[in-house]
């Protein structure tokens, strides 16, 4: 079992819920842009967001949105260890650094100003920031060299006495990715792991590529922190991770939504309904299950789960509840009935709730 971590009163690790985490595409140095990212991104849920740190003179942009964003975040620093400490001075409570690429002295500053400030390091490696000796080592299998890079930076880190650390080894490879953190996860299962499958792409196949990764890994008991990192807006890794851990009953927010791939025996268009459907959902309570079927043999008895349910039938469409038909009603009154959706199914997941 994972041991726990505290981000800003963002626990994270142990019997907590999986944290979705997204990244600022904007540089720093926008701050109202920036701010307007991190609003958005917290009514979508994020709980952590890393933004990147290249330069000593954004510390006051960077110290600036620690003050004002509804989100913790988390300075993402690359070798140099000012960066590091400044971004610390700056009240940011986590960074992720690699101390593989810190000189020794440099980095003990760094972890005296963490512990002083009770902040969080996240550390990690990346598939593409592999060096030939680590591949040498591995015997030239990528994902142990991967698990390994870890493992040395972990130690260094557990040599100066600092327990508050995230581990993560991300790659492109969901194969490369899966393994190292398995191994990862079996040597050391008292850290908090982030998961994410590195530089996954855009549209449907980042969101399959980074689903196949975090699934295997999730329904292993490893990840604590995912990120569905997608050349997209942040807004929708922040929603697709919501989606793949509804999908895997590991966290709920807002309703979720079950409809039929349609076929021809439909009597009525499912995809116009789920269309009117789909932003209603995140208004609705945590758990709460709407269903969208073409016809009746698909309604009910297939659905029968959903708190409230709508599906085509000879004489319009029926409206049901776990599996019982409520109502007919012409298809015209349809647009009507899914206005009052939200007050619906909140009605009937109370009434079976309370049975």
Request: hydrophobic share 40%; with cysteine; charged share 25%.
């Amino acid at each position: 079992m994972a041991g726990t971590v505290t981000i800003a009163g963002l626990s994270i690790g142990n019997d907590h819920p999986v944290r979705v985490e997204s990244m600022l595409k904007i540089p720093l140095s926008s701050r109202d842009e920036c701010l307007e990212q991190c609003r958005s991104l917290a009514s979508c849920g994020c709980e952590l967001i890393r933004a990147a740190f290249p330069s000593p003179e954004l510390a006051g942009d960077l110290s600036w949105l620690n003050e004002r964003s509804p989100v913790p975040l988390m300075a993402d620093i690359h070798f140099d260890p000012a960066l590091a400490l400044a971004a610390l001075e700056a009240g940011t409570p986590s960074i992720r650094i690699n101390p593989g690429n810190m000189a020794r002295a440099r980095l003990r500053d760094v972890v005296a100003s963490a512990r002083e400030k009770q902040a969080v390091i996240r550390i990690g490696a990346n598939g593409g920031s592999l060096n030939s000796a680590q591949l040498e080592k591995a015997g030239g299998v990528r994902s142990d060299a991967l698990a390994a890079a870890v493992e040395e930076q972990l130690l260094i880190l557990l040599d100066e006495g600092f327990q508050d650390i995230i581990l993560s080894a991300k790659s492109t490879s969901v194969h490369e990715t899966v393994r190292a953190n398995s191994l990862l996860a079996l040597k050391y299962p008292g850290y908090p792991f982030h998961i994410g499958i590195t530089e996954s792409g855009f549209g449907r196949d980042g969101l399959v590529k980074s689903a196949a990764g975090l699934a295997l890994l999730l329904g292993q008991g490893i990840g604590d922190t995912i990120r569905i990192s997608l050349t997209e807006s942040p807004l929708e890794e922040v929603r697709a991770g919501f989606s793949l851990l509804r999908a895997l009953d590991l966290r709920q927010r807002g309703g979720s939504l079950i409809s039929c791939p349609t076929c021809g025996r439909k009597r009525i268009e499912v995809r116009t309904i789920v269309d009117l459907v789909t932003p209603c959902l995140e208004s609705l309570p945590d758990g709460v299950t709407v269903a969208v079927m073409g016809c009746e043999v698909n309604g009910p008895r297939e659905a029968m789960d959903a708190d409230f349910g709508i599906a085509g039938s000879p004489r319009g469409a029926v409206v049901f509840s776990k599996g019982s038909v409520l109502k007919e009603v012409p298809l015209e009154r349809v647009p009507e009935l899914l206005a009052g959706m939200a007050e619906e199914a909140c009605r009937l997941k109370e009434k079976h709730k309370n049975r």
